[in-house]
């Protein structure tokens, strides 16, 4: 029996380059195979080598016909391998199609494959294919968005390869941990990880821990800081030494420009891109991460011709993860970029189920926060209100992610939807100008005592507020009026605040949730009322009076209607309160 030697399944998940004489070489063996066995082998070793044959030009044929080939190959080495029954090389023919198939075309298809493998892998007796069946398991359940299973899956990894003396496995699980790691939110230790990984192997030949892998490591780190900006030049270089990949790269460079505002550049390489259907783009491993990118492009530089191509491209993969690689870096959810899209050019309706879905399935992190406020963006329009409470969302959980500078854009989202009106009334404090929105009148008046108590107190609708509380200049040392000293303790007020925020900020409360909220308001504004005769506290209440009725007449000048509302729903005294019809009270919002 002739020895086929090792098949060569880095050629496809790396970035060696494949040559004639490798082709030559299995095809030679291919000819020559004499038993099922060889030939089913010979097929898969000629499979791979086929790969990247059409992008380095060892074959003068176009990417999909030699795909076409690919598949056949493939489909008779798995038919033969069933056929002679050995587990370890159906192992290798499920492997084999799962690697020379790679790409959107057979990418709905691949569960069954993956399933299969983890099935039979008790039955394996190949270190190499063992480990290999794994990898694609952590792939499957990445591109899922399922990250508790893929870290069962790594720690599976982690205990199979303890003690392989196999040199491309090395260190491989630390990635896939480092792509957990971003997942999560934890960005500078993804970082780490890959530097630490790639310093590690950077003299292993054919290491899959390539240069490029940490460089789109890095990208996605700087767009979630929002610096792209730092990362242009890289690109820049990658792109010009990595031919056969360069519609990746030429998208990379293309979404850093958009980001940074450089549009014309980015358009120019867009529009080359997108001709005749994103042709340039092969569908390959690659295929599903470029276009993502590109939709994000799209949606940035406002492209009407492809966006509809775009949204038909990328609809069937709504519920996966764009995944780099085996798993190395993740570009998050593509139901964030479809849900976008169909926004912009297709159905909306489909459009909320696409975000929805995301929202709905995916555990918190830096890209279901982006997805909150990519369904804000999205909902401006047709549904301002709901747009609001999502950019509202999306700014606690940006934050909470420690990305400020997209928790900024979410805010700036709220606050435009806030000053036209949008999620009830809103006072809006910008350059010493406060701007006031409510259904009775709008009106704009400068900055003042009076107009900052009133405020205070339009943001606590039905709570009873001390005039204490109310002027910072009321010396603490004295007897306070005891109106304002509620029955409820600090803690309780604090809850039912925030109750109160929560259902206020519902666009249509429920029956039981105004019941709730108007039991709320009156708790808050319940107090121990027992007399005072303290000349500071009266000239106290007297002063706190005139600001705030001031201030109602200058926003009356502006807006008669909406100061006679404030005359008849604002109580002044020894305890202030808000008390509008509605019971809602205004967003309130200084910059």
């Known amino acids: 029996m002739m020895n086929i030697g090792r098949l060569p399944w880095e050629i496809v998940e790396t970035f060696p380059s494949t040559d ?20 089913a082998r010979s097929l898969i070793g000629h499979g791979l080598a086929l790969y990247w044959a059409a992008q380095e030009a060892v074959v003068d044929e176009p990417w999909a016909l030699v795909e076409q080939q690919r598949s056949a190959d493939l ?20 492997l084999g199609t799962l690697y020379g198939t790679w790409g959107p075309d057979r990418h709905l298809d691949r569960a069954p494959l993956v399933a299969e493998l983890v099935q039979m892998r008790p039955d ?15 792939l499957q359940h990445l591109d899922a968005g399922d990250l508790g299973a893929a870290r069962r899956a790594i720690d599976d990894f982690t205990r199979a ?15 896939w941990r480092g792509c957990l790691a971003m997942l999560d939110g934890d960005l500078d230790e993804s970082l780490q ?28 780190e700087r767009f979630l800081r929002r610096q792209l900006g730092d990362v242009v030049d890289a690109l820049r270089s990658i792109r010009a030494s990595s031919p056969r990949v360069g519609a990746n790269w030429d998208t990379g460079l293309a979404f850093a420009l958009s980001e940074i505002g450089e549009l014309d550049e980015a358009t120019e390489l867009f529009e080359r891109l997108a001709a005749d259907r994103f042709a340039a783009v092969p569908r390959d491993l690659n295929w599903l991460v470029t276009i993502q990118l590109l939709g994000l492009v799209a949606l940035t530089i406002d492209a009407d011709e492809h966006g509809p191509v775009l949204v038909e491209l990328l609809r069937p993969f709504a519920h996966l993860d764009g995944t780099h690689g085996s798993g190395y870096a993740s570009y998050g959810p593509v139901g964030r970029v479809v849900g976008s899209l169909m926004a912009r050019w297709g159905d909306p309706d489909e459009s909320e189920r696409v975000f929805d879905h995301v929202l709905t399935t995916r555990a918190p992190g830096p890209w279901t926060a982006l997805t909150w406020l990519d369904r804000a963006s999205s909902r401006r329009i047709r ?24 928790a900024d854009a979410a805010l700036a989202v709220a606050d435009e939807l806030a000053a036209t009106g949008h999620g009830g009334a809103v006072a809006i404090l910008r350059d010493r100008t406060w701007t006031l929105r409510h259904p009775a ?21 039905g709570e009873a507020v001390d005039v204490a509380d109310l002027d910072r200049t009321f010396d603490s040392s004295l007897e306070r009026s005891a109106s304002a000293e509620s029955t409820l303790d600090a803690a309780a007020r604090s809850q039912y ?10 666009p249509t409360p429920s029956d039981a949730e105004r019941f709730e909220a108007d039991f709320l308001r009156r708790e808050l504004s319940g107090g121990t009322h027992v007399v005072s005769n303290s000349a500071e506290l009266e000239r106290l209440r007297v002063r706190v009076t005139k600001s705030i009725r001031r201030a109602i007449d200058h926003i009356a000048t502006d807006s008669p209607e909406l100061g006679a509302h404030l005359r008849t729903s604002v109580e002044t005294g020894r305890t202030c309160v808000y008390q509008p019809p509605d019971g809602r009270s205004w967003s309130v919002v200084c910059r």
Request: hydrophobic share 45%; proline share 3%.
């Open 441 to 461: 009148g709008s009106a704009g008046v400068p900055a003042s005592v009076g107009i900052e108590q009133l405020t205070w107190l339009l943001s606590r609708a």
């Open 383 to 406: 549904r301002p209100d709901d747009a609001l409470a999502d950019a509202h969302r999306a700014e606690v959980e940006l934050r909470l992610c420690g990305l400020d500078a997209w």
């Open 193 to 220: 990880i890959n530097q630490d990984a790639i310093s590690s192997t950077a003299d292993v030949a054919g290491s899959p821990f390539s240069f490029q892998n940490v460089a789109i490591t890095l990208a996605i």
């Open 20 to 39: 004639a004489e490798l082709l030559a070489q299995w095809s030679l063996r291919l000819a020559l195979a004499n038993d099922d066995t060889e030939r």
């Open 75 to 94: 489909e008779l080495a798995l038919e033969l391998a069933r056929g002679v029954g050995d587990p370890t090389l159906i192992a290798e023919a499920l």
């Open 124 to 138: 394996i007796d190949d270190e190499e294919v063992g480990l290999r069946s794994i990898e694609w398991e952590v």
């Open 161 to 175: 390869a303890t003690n392989t003396e196999l040199i491309l496995f090395k260190r491989r699980e630390v990635l």
């Open 497 to 506: 605040r925030r109750r109160l925020t929560e259902i206020d900020a519902r």
